[in-house]
């Protein structure tokens, strides 16, 4: 078999697999009915889609959506310990929550892919009163927007100030540390030369955070003045006064910057495409950011109507957080009826498995290339997963329904092999290659042809591990 004969050759679930955490009935019907065009537009939407159940859970969680300032009066009421990690670890459960059952499912995939390309690690006790704020103000409200405009707005945030030490720089001793990682992580790539990195972070001085609010503030009198040139740009720098101007025109030219315009293009194409993606389609996607302003929306669009993603079928494999992520969308089980339990239980497993959401503690964030992410333990505590979620032994608290083998499978199949056809086609897309049905029979000692009674243990207790079986398959894990 090739990789591509492990995944269904429909079109639109090749759509579903990589613009969202996973099919589910309801995403595939709805794709069904508009197709992928119209799909995809509404996608680009979001604030139009109604999204309650995400919303409800997020309700749940209300440390998450806090302001600087929201945090640090719950420090002052001493409702939180300051340093404390509630909040953060509140965005942690909430990212999951919305991963998970937020019909705005093209929007999350973005944030999770702006969290770490503009990379601050959460939790992390230096960002404790600002990280749920960063990812509110910054992150989430420009996903789908201009990245110039992202750009500028995590250079302005508290969160990717400390992160990145810029709140510590001065005229007096600029620190590199910003201006580095904007030019390599966040922009142009390499191709920088020490002096760019020298003249960036002296551009980016004044740039800072005050101690009394923890907020943003452009502190004049830390801006190094004189002129800079950071690769094709030029500024004179005369005055204090105006270095706050100065260093957000040097963040429109990186963000304009043709480097920058193939990296954010390439890393696009590898997390909807392929890990070695096509070079002609980053050329082309390339030109589209140039050409619309660094918009992002048009990108995508011109992306997910390449024929290059139409061909790019099983050229993804999941990470451990899409994986944990995917495994309940595809099981269909609903979130528990109250509190954060089961939202808890689902980050401490990605965080076993090494990719609990915005955790990665380099500035670079967490890879998306299948080689990273092979090893052996990972792959064990994955399996380990699919079987504790479908058999609701953890997280117990999510909503499952009465009989899984209804839910799966309808009615009792007459033999084995009709049974994981059913269940197959429910969970992964399309029925299995013969040899595979057969090895799934031979795990309950039978064939695929043997009868299926109603009182066997592969439809009662022993059902979960089929299901189990599925998802730790190549059918389950190809992106």
Not at 1 to 12: A, C, Q, R
Not at 119 to 143: C, F, H, K, L
Not at 406 to 423: H, K, M, N, R, S
């Amino acid at each position: 078999m090739t990789v591509t004969d492990f995944l269904p050759g429909d079109p639109l679930l090749h759509v579903l697999r990589r613009a969202t955490y996973g099919p589910t009935p309801a995403a595939t019907a709805e794709i069904r009915r508009l197709g992928a065009p119209a799909w995809l537009e509404r996608q680009l939407k979001p604030a139009a889609i109604a999204d309650p159940t995400a919303d409800a859970l997020v309700a749940r969680l209300p440390l998450s959506g806090l302001t600087i300032d929201g945090v640090r009066a719950k420090v002052r009421s001493g409702a939180l310990q300051m340093y404390g990690w509630t909040a953060m670890s509140q965005l942690s459960c909430a990212t999951v929550a919305r991963a998970v059952w937020s019909e705005r499912q093209l929007l999350e995939v973005m944030v999770d892919f702006w969290s770490n390309h503009l990379n601050v690690t959460n939790p992390s006790g230096d960002v404790w009163d600002n990280r749920p704020d960063y990812d509110r103000t910054v992150i989430r409200p420009y996903a789908l927007g201009r990245f110039a405009d992202l750009l500028k707005a995590s250079a302005r945030h508290p969160a990717m100030l400390t992160y990145l030490d810029n709140r510590f720089s001065t005229r007096a001793a600029p620190n590199e540390n910003y201006g580095r990682e904007l030019l390599e992580l966040h922009t142009v790539g390499l191709g920088y030369t020490e002096a760019d990195v020298k003249n960036a972070a002296r551009l980016l001085t004044g740039m800072t955070v005050s101690w009394d609010t923890g907020r943003y503030v452009y502190e004049a009198g830390r801006h190094a003045t004189g002129a800079v040139k950071v690769l094709g740009f030029r500024h004179a720098n005369t005055t204090a006064a105006g270095g706050q101007a100065a260093a957000l025109a040097l963040l429109d030219y990186l963000a304009l910057h043709p480097s920058t315009a193939r990296r954010i293009a390439t890393k696009l194409c590898v997390r909807f495409v392929a890990d070695d993606p096509p070079a002609a389609l980053v050329t082309r996607l390339a030109k589209v950011y140039l050409s619309n302003g660094t918009a992002i929306a048009p990108v995508l669009r011109a992306l997910f109507g390449s024929a290059e993603f139409a061909a790019s079928v099983g050229a993804k494999t999941r990470t451990p957080y899409e994986d944990v992520v995917a495994t309940v969308r595809t099981l269909g089980y609903a979130p528990e009826k109250s509190g954060a339990k089961a939202l808890q239980a689902l980050v401490w497993i990605a965080e076993s498995a090494g990719q609990a959401p915005m955790a990665w503690a380099p500035p670079n964030g967490y890879p998306d290339v299948a080689s990273a992410w092979a090893s052996p333990s990972g792959q064990l505590i994955r399996w380990n997963a699919h079987l504790n979620i479908a058999a609701g032994w953890w997280p117990s608290t999510l909503q499952r329904p009465a009989s899984l083998v209804a839910e799966f499978a309808g009615t009792v199949p007459a033999t084995y092999g009709a049974l994981i056809d059913a269940v197959a086609t429910r969970l992964v897309g399309r029925t299995l290659a013969p040899a595979h049905t057969t090895a799934l029979a031979a795990f309950y000692g039978k064939t695929p042809a043997a009868a299926l009674r109603a009182n066997d243990a592969a439809v009662g207790w022993a059902f979960p591990y089929l299901v189990a079986l599925l998802l730790n398959s190549p059918y389950f894990a190809l992106r």
